[in-house]
Protein backbone atom coordinates (compact mmCIF):
# COMPACT_ATOMS: atom_id res chain seq x y z
CA UNK A 1 0.00 0.00 0.00
CA UNK A 2 1.17 3.63 -0.74
CA UNK A 3 -0.03 7.17 0.28
CA UNK A 4 0.49 10.18 -1.57
CA UNK A 5 -0.48 13.85 -0.64
CA UNK A 6 -1.82 16.21 -2.94
CA UNK A 7 -0.72 19.27 -1.48
CA UNK A 8 -3.31 22.12 -2.12
CA UNK A 9 -3.45 23.67 1.23
CA UNK A 10 -7.03 23.25 3.52
CA UNK A 11 -7.82 21.22 0.07
CA UNK A 12 -5.18 18.77 0.09
CA UNK A 13 -5.87 15.07 0.45
CA UNK A 14 -3.92 12.07 0.57
CA UNK A 15 -4.38 9.24 -2.76
CA UNK A 16 -4.61 5.53 -0.98
CA UNK A 17 -3.36 2.64 -3.51
CA UNK A 18 -3.10 -0.58 -2.97
CA UNK A 19 -4.25 -4.30 -4.40
CA UNK A 20 -7.37 -5.40 -2.36
CA UNK A 21 -7.57 -1.70 -0.64
CA UNK A 22 -11.30 -1.45 -1.35
CA UNK A 23 -12.21 -3.63 1.26
CA UNK A 24 -10.47 -0.76 3.58
CA UNK A 25 -12.46 2.03 2.21
CA UNK A 26 -14.79 2.05 5.23
CA UNK A 27 -11.36 2.33 7.63
CA UNK A 28 -10.52 5.35 5.38
CA UNK A 29 -13.95 7.10 5.00
CA UNK A 30 -14.82 6.78 8.75
CA UNK A 31 -12.14 9.08 9.37
CA UNK A 32 -14.23 12.50 7.69
CA UNK A 33 -16.78 11.03 10.09
CA UNK A 34 -20.05 11.67 7.33
CA UNK A 35 -23.42 11.35 8.98
CA UNK A 36 -24.80 9.89 6.30
CA UNK A 37 -22.82 8.09 2.86
CA UNK A 38 -24.32 8.28 -0.85
CA UNK A 39 -22.42 5.73 -3.45
CA UNK A 40 -22.80 7.08 -6.84
CA UNK A 41 -21.92 4.30 -9.85
CA UNK A 42 -23.41 1.96 -12.66
CA UNK A 43 -24.44 -1.64 -13.37
CA UNK A 44 -21.36 -3.08 -14.38
CA UNK A 45 -19.47 -1.46 -11.37
CA UNK A 46 -21.28 -2.62 -8.99
CA UNK A 47 -21.52 -6.27 -10.01
CA UNK A 48 -17.46 -5.92 -9.72
CA UNK A 49 -16.82 -3.49 -6.70
CA UNK A 50 -20.28 -2.63 -5.19
CA UNK A 51 -20.50 -5.29 -2.19
CA UNK A 52 -17.05 -4.84 -1.50
CA UNK A 53 -17.43 -1.13 -0.39
CA UNK A 54 -20.88 -1.49 0.75
CA UNK A 55 -19.46 -3.93 3.35
CA UNK A 56 -16.62 -1.96 3.99
CA UNK A 57 -18.76 0.79 5.11
CA UNK A 58 -20.98 -1.87 7.43
CA UNK A 59 -17.95 -3.27 9.37
CA UNK A 60 -17.71 0.86 10.16
CA UNK A 61 -21.64 0.65 10.80
CA UNK A 62 -21.65 4.01 8.63
CA UNK A 63 -25.12 4.59 6.76
CA UNK A 64 -25.10 4.90 3.72
CA UNK A 65 -27.60 4.48 0.20
CA UNK A 66 -26.39 3.56 -3.24
CA UNK A 67 -27.56 5.09 -6.30
CA UNK A 68 -26.76 3.40 -9.32
CA UNK A 69 -27.00 5.48 -12.73
CA UNK A 70 -27.20 4.13 -16.80
CA UNK A 71 -23.18 3.80 -17.56
CA UNK A 72 -21.90 5.85 -20.26
CA UNK A 73 -20.59 9.53 -21.12
CA UNK A 74 -24.11 9.97 -23.23
CA UNK A 75 -25.56 10.26 -19.99
CA UNK A 76 -23.27 12.76 -18.27
CA UNK A 77 -25.57 15.63 -18.40
CA UNK A 78 -27.63 17.74 -16.16
CA UNK A 79 -30.62 15.62 -16.57
CA UNK A 80 -28.57 12.93 -14.58
CA UNK A 81 -27.37 15.46 -12.31
CA UNK A 82 -31.06 16.61 -11.45
CA UNK A 83 -32.31 13.01 -10.39
CA UNK A 84 -29.54 12.60 -8.24
CA UNK A 85 -29.86 16.08 -6.71
CA UNK A 86 -33.58 14.45 -6.21
CA UNK A 87 -32.24 11.45 -4.69
CA UNK A 88 -30.02 13.26 -2.10
CA UNK A 89 -32.80 15.15 -1.17
CA UNK A 90 -34.76 12.04 -0.41
CA UNK A 91 -32.25 10.04 0.84
CA UNK A 92 -31.52 13.29 3.31
CA UNK A 93 -28.06 13.71 2.46
CA UNK A 94 -27.05 17.03 3.87
CA UNK A 95 -23.43 19.03 4.35
CA UNK A 96 -22.05 16.79 7.28
CA UNK A 97 -22.87 13.90 4.16
CA UNK A 98 -20.21 12.29 1.75
CA UNK A 99 -20.54 11.29 -1.95
CA UNK A 100 -18.40 8.67 -2.75
CA UNK A 101 -17.77 8.27 -6.95
CA UNK A 102 -17.77 4.32 -7.67
CA UNK A 103 -16.49 4.07 -11.23
CA UNK A 104 -14.70 5.07 -14.30
CA UNK A 105 -14.34 8.82 -15.63
CA UNK A 106 -17.47 9.62 -16.13
CA UNK A 107 -18.76 8.48 -12.86
CA UNK A 108 -15.91 10.39 -11.01
CA UNK A 109 -17.21 12.96 -13.25
CA UNK A 110 -20.84 13.59 -12.54
CA UNK A 111 -20.61 12.61 -8.67
CA UNK A 112 -17.95 15.36 -8.16
CA UNK A 113 -20.29 17.62 -10.19
CA UNK A 114 -23.03 17.15 -7.73
CA UNK A 115 -21.02 16.50 -4.84
CA UNK A 116 -19.60 20.55 -6.22
CA UNK A 117 -23.24 22.15 -7.00
CA UNK A 118 -25.50 20.12 -3.87
CA UNK A 119 -25.94 22.43 -0.92
CA UNK A 120 -22.95 24.78 -2.48
CA UNK A 121 -20.65 21.55 -1.90
CA UNK A 122 -20.57 18.71 0.60
CA UNK A 123 -17.39 16.22 0.21
CA UNK A 124 -16.51 13.36 -2.08
CA UNK A 125 -14.48 10.55 -2.17
CA UNK A 126 -13.46 9.50 -5.46
CA UNK A 127 -12.98 5.18 -5.57
CA UNK A 128 -11.67 4.67 -9.67
CA UNK A 129 -11.86 1.35 -10.99
CA UNK A 130 -9.98 1.87 -14.33
CA UNK A 131 -6.65 2.84 -15.08
CA UNK A 132 -7.45 6.44 -16.65
CA UNK A 133 -9.62 6.91 -14.13
CA UNK A 134 -6.82 5.87 -11.42
CA UNK A 135 -3.94 7.13 -12.98
CA UNK A 136 -5.59 10.61 -14.47
CA UNK A 137 -9.50 11.34 -13.65
CA UNK A 138 -9.53 11.05 -10.12
CA UNK A 139 -6.98 13.36 -9.75
CA UNK A 140 -7.01 17.05 -9.87
CA UNK A 141 -10.94 18.21 -8.75
CA UNK A 142 -11.84 18.74 -12.49
CA UNK A 143 -15.58 18.06 -12.13
CA UNK A 144 -18.29 18.42 -15.18
CA UNK A 145 -21.33 17.45 -17.08
CA UNK A 146 -21.60 17.60 -20.83
CA UNK A 147 -23.67 20.36 -22.53
CA UNK A 148 -25.24 20.18 -26.62
CA UNK A 149 -22.73 22.60 -27.12
CA UNK A 150 -19.63 20.16 -25.95
CA UNK A 151 -18.11 17.72 -23.46
CA UNK A 152 -17.56 19.11 -20.07
CA UNK A 153 -18.53 22.99 -20.42
CA UNK A 154 -20.60 22.47 -17.19
CA UNK A 155 -18.21 22.26 -13.99
CA UNK A 156 -15.82 22.88 -11.75
CA UNK A 157 -12.81 22.16 -9.98
CA UNK A 158 -13.19 21.21 -7.00
CA UNK A 159 -11.23 18.39 -4.82
CA UNK A 160 -12.08 15.13 -3.45
CA UNK A 161 -11.50 14.57 0.20
CA UNK A 162 -9.73 11.18 -0.62
CA UNK A 163 -8.60 8.92 -3.72
CA UNK A 164 -8.95 5.41 -3.24
CA UNK A 165 -7.03 3.03 -5.72
CA UNK A 166 -7.87 -0.66 -5.64
CA UNK A 167 -5.26 -2.10 -8.83
CA UNK A 168 -6.99 -5.48 -8.69
CA UNK A 169 -10.13 -3.54 -10.44
CA UNK A 170 -7.69 -3.09 -13.19
CA UNK A 171 -7.70 -6.64 -13.70
CA UNK A 172 -11.28 -6.49 -14.52
CA UNK A 173 -11.20 -4.09 -17.24
CA UNK A 174 -11.24 -5.41 -21.20
CA UNK A 175 -8.40 -4.73 -23.35
CA UNK A 176 -10.02 -1.67 -25.26
CA UNK A 177 -10.54 0.23 -21.08
CA UNK A 178 -6.81 -1.28 -20.36
CA UNK A 179 -5.19 0.47 -23.32
CA UNK A 180 -7.60 3.98 -22.71
CA UNK A 181 -5.54 4.35 -19.22
CA UNK A 182 -2.29 3.21 -20.59
CA UNK A 183 -2.67 6.00 -22.99
CA UNK A 184 -2.31 8.45 -19.90
CA UNK A 185 0.32 6.54 -18.08
CA UNK A 186 2.58 6.90 -21.23
CA UNK A 187 1.45 10.86 -21.63
CA UNK A 188 2.48 11.23 -18.24
CA UNK A 189 5.79 9.43 -18.57
CA UNK A 190 6.54 11.03 -21.70
CA UNK A 191 6.51 14.87 -20.51
CA UNK A 192 7.25 14.42 -16.87
CA UNK A 193 9.75 11.29 -16.04
CA UNK A 194 12.53 9.69 -18.20
CA UNK A 195 13.24 6.91 -16.31
CA UNK A 196 9.24 5.83 -15.71
CA UNK A 197 9.32 5.96 -19.55
CA UNK A 198 12.07 3.57 -19.57
CA UNK A 199 10.31 1.60 -16.84
CA UNK A 200 7.20 1.21 -19.50
CA UNK A 201 9.51 0.13 -22.30
CA UNK A 202 11.60 -2.19 -20.93
CA UNK A 203 8.22 -4.10 -19.16
CA UNK A 204 5.85 -3.75 -21.73
CA UNK A 205 5.33 -7.23 -21.87
CA UNK A 206 4.60 -7.82 -17.97
CA UNK A 207 2.05 -4.39 -18.15
CA UNK A 208 -0.19 -6.10 -20.76
CA UNK A 209 -0.11 -9.13 -18.93
CA UNK A 210 -1.02 -7.00 -16.21
CA UNK A 211 1.70 -8.42 -13.72
CA UNK A 212 0.44 -6.79 -9.92
CA UNK A 213 3.55 -5.69 -8.94
CA UNK A 214 3.31 -3.07 -12.82
CA UNK A 215 0.14 -2.36 -11.85
CA UNK A 216 1.11 -0.86 -8.59
CA UNK A 217 4.00 1.02 -9.90
CA UNK A 218 2.19 2.30 -12.66
CA UNK A 219 -0.49 3.81 -10.62
CA UNK A 220 1.60 4.92 -7.56
CA UNK A 221 4.16 7.01 -10.16
CA UNK A 222 1.79 8.41 -12.22
CA UNK A 223 -0.65 9.27 -9.35
CA UNK A 224 2.53 11.05 -7.95
CA UNK A 225 3.65 12.66 -10.90
CA UNK A 226 0.01 13.89 -11.54
CA UNK A 227 -0.55 15.22 -7.93
CA UNK A 228 2.92 17.28 -8.36
CA UNK A 229 1.54 19.24 -11.04
CA UNK A 230 -2.06 19.57 -9.91
CA UNK A 231 -0.18 20.94 -6.83
CA UNK A 232 1.50 23.38 -8.66
CA UNK A 233 -0.96 24.49 -10.71
CA UNK A 234 -4.34 23.43 -9.48
CA UNK A 235 -6.74 25.44 -12.20
CA UNK A 236 -4.50 24.81 -15.32
CA UNK A 237 -3.73 28.38 -15.14
CA UNK A 238 -0.13 27.25 -16.26
CA UNK A 239 2.10 24.51 -15.93
CA UNK A 240 -0.96 21.92 -15.75
CA UNK A 241 -1.75 22.49 -19.62
CA UNK A 242 1.30 20.19 -20.12
CA UNK A 243 -1.34 17.14 -19.05
CA UNK A 244 -2.92 17.70 -22.24
CA UNK A 245 0.09 16.39 -24.00
CA UNK A 246 -1.69 14.51 -27.37
CA UNK A 247 -4.84 16.30 -26.41
CA UNK A 248 -4.98 18.93 -29.48
CA UNK A 249 -4.54 16.24 -32.87
CA UNK A 250 -6.30 13.76 -30.13
CA UNK A 251 -9.76 16.27 -29.88
CA UNK A 252 -9.79 16.65 -33.75
CA UNK A 253 -9.77 12.81 -34.36
CA UNK A 254 -12.41 12.63 -31.30
CA UNK A 255 -14.64 15.18 -33.67
CA UNK A 256 -14.46 13.57 -36.77
CA UNK A 257 -15.35 10.19 -35.13
CA UNK A 258 -18.35 12.45 -34.02
CA UNK A 259 -16.89 11.26 -30.52
CA UNK A 260 -18.11 7.43 -30.68
CA UNK A 261 -15.78 6.16 -33.56
CA UNK A 262 -12.43 6.12 -31.01
CA UNK A 263 -12.12 6.13 -27.42
CA UNK A 264 -10.51 9.37 -25.59
CA UNK A 265 -7.46 6.81 -25.25
CA UNK A 266 -7.19 5.63 -28.62
CA UNK A 267 -7.27 9.56 -29.89
CA UNK A 268 -4.44 10.80 -27.61
CA UNK A 269 -2.12 7.78 -28.44
CA UNK A 270 -2.33 8.87 -32.31
CA UNK A 271 -2.30 12.55 -30.98
CA UNK A 272 0.92 11.74 -28.95
CA UNK A 273 2.97 10.39 -32.03
CA UNK A 274 1.84 13.66 -34.43
CA UNK A 275 2.50 15.98 -31.22
CA UNK A 276 6.17 14.67 -30.92
CA UNK A 277 7.19 14.52 -35.08
CA UNK A 278 5.71 18.23 -35.06
CA UNK A 279 8.06 18.80 -32.14
CA UNK A 280 10.66 17.14 -34.26
CA UNK A 281 9.50 19.11 -37.71
CA UNK A 282 9.41 22.26 -35.30
CA UNK A 283 13.52 21.26 -34.41
CA UNK A 284 12.11 21.26 -30.34
CA UNK A 285 13.47 17.79 -30.12
CA UNK A 286 15.73 15.08 -31.95
CA UNK A 287 14.83 12.02 -33.60
CA UNK A 288 15.09 9.74 -30.85
CA UNK A 289 12.95 11.59 -29.06
CA UNK A 290 9.95 10.85 -31.58
CA UNK A 291 10.85 7.36 -32.55
CA UNK A 292 11.11 6.21 -29.17
CA UNK A 293 7.50 7.07 -28.60
CA UNK A 294 6.18 6.05 -31.47
CA UNK A 295 7.83 2.61 -31.26
CA UNK A 296 6.18 2.36 -27.81
CA UNK A 297 2.78 3.42 -28.99
CA UNK A 298 2.38 1.18 -31.55
CA UNK A 299 3.65 -1.93 -29.78
CA UNK A 300 0.94 -0.78 -27.38
CA UNK A 301 -1.71 -0.78 -30.33
CA UNK A 302 -3.09 1.91 -31.82
CA UNK A 303 -7.01 1.78 -33.09
CA UNK A 304 -7.59 0.30 -36.42
CA UNK A 305 -8.40 3.40 -38.70
CA UNK A 306 -7.21 6.18 -36.78
CA UNK A 307 -5.38 7.99 -39.41
CA UNK A 308 -7.95 7.49 -41.92
CA UNK A 309 -9.07 10.71 -42.75
CA UNK A 310 -7.77 13.83 -44.88
CA UNK A 311 -5.00 15.89 -43.32
CA UNK A 312 -7.40 19.07 -43.81
CA UNK A 313 -10.94 17.55 -42.09
CA UNK A 314 -8.58 17.09 -39.12
CA UNK A 315 -7.06 20.71 -38.95
CA UNK A 316 -10.16 21.82 -39.15
CA UNK A 317 -11.59 20.01 -36.81
CA UNK A 318 -8.53 21.14 -34.26
CA UNK A 319 -9.28 24.70 -35.12
CA UNK A 320 -12.96 24.58 -33.13
CA UNK A 321 -11.24 23.16 -30.14
CA UNK A 322 -11.72 24.85 -26.92
CA UNK A 323 -8.69 24.44 -26.09
CA UNK A 324 -7.20 27.49 -28.51
CA UNK A 325 -5.45 30.45 -26.61
CA UNK A 326 -6.17 34.19 -28.62
CA UNK A 327 -7.16 32.16 -32.01
CA UNK A 328 -3.79 30.06 -31.97
CA UNK A 329 -3.81 26.26 -31.83
CA UNK A 330 -1.70 25.48 -28.64
CA UNK A 331 0.56 22.03 -28.77
CA UNK A 332 2.38 20.30 -25.64
CA UNK A 333 5.42 19.34 -27.17
CA UNK A 334 8.40 17.06 -25.42
CA UNK A 335 11.87 18.49 -25.93
CA UNK A 336 13.10 15.55 -24.64
CA UNK A 337 12.31 12.20 -23.08
CA UNK A 338 10.66 13.16 -19.37
CA UNK A 339 10.40 16.91 -20.41
CA UNK A 340 7.62 18.85 -22.05
CA UNK A 341 6.88 22.54 -23.10
CA UNK A 342 3.83 24.57 -24.57
CA UNK A 343 4.08 26.09 -27.74
CA UNK A 344 1.53 28.11 -29.79
CA UNK A 345 4.50 28.88 -32.66
CA UNK A 346 3.33 26.02 -35.35
CA UNK A 347 2.62 27.21 -38.77
CA UNK A 348 -0.54 26.17 -40.46
CA UNK A 349 1.38 24.31 -42.86
CA UNK A 350 3.85 22.68 -39.80
CA UNK A 351 0.57 20.99 -38.73
CA UNK A 352 -0.21 20.23 -42.39
CA UNK A 353 3.13 18.93 -42.92
CA UNK A 354 2.95 16.32 -40.30
CA UNK A 355 -0.37 15.36 -40.80
CA UNK A 356 -0.05 14.30 -44.44
CA UNK A 357 2.68 11.80 -43.22
CA UNK A 358 0.20 9.90 -41.37
CA UNK A 359 -3.20 10.64 -42.47
CA UNK A 360 -4.58 10.79 -45.92
Known sequence: MAEIKVRLKERSYKIHIGL????????????FTPHKILIITNPLVYKIAGKRVENSL???RLKFSTEIIPDGERYKTLATAKK????????KIERDSLIIALGGGVIGDIAGFVAATYMRGIPFVQIPTTLLAQVDASIGGKVAVNHSAGKNLIGAFYQPKAVISDCEFLKTLNEKEYKNGLAEVIKT??????DFFSYIEKNLEKIMQRDEKCLFH???????LKGKVVAEDEREGGRRAILNYGHTFGHGFEKLGNYRRFSHGETVMA????????????????KETAQRQEDLIRKVGLAKGIFDFD????IEAMERDKKKKAGKLRFILTNKIGSAIISDTAKRKDILSVLKKFTK
Open 218 to 224: MVKTSSY
Open 311 to 314: ARDL
Open 271 to 286: GMILAVWLALQLKVCD
Open 20 to 31: GIADKSGEIIES
Open 84 to 91: LYDVMVRE
Open 58 to 60: KKK
Open 189 to 194: AAILDA
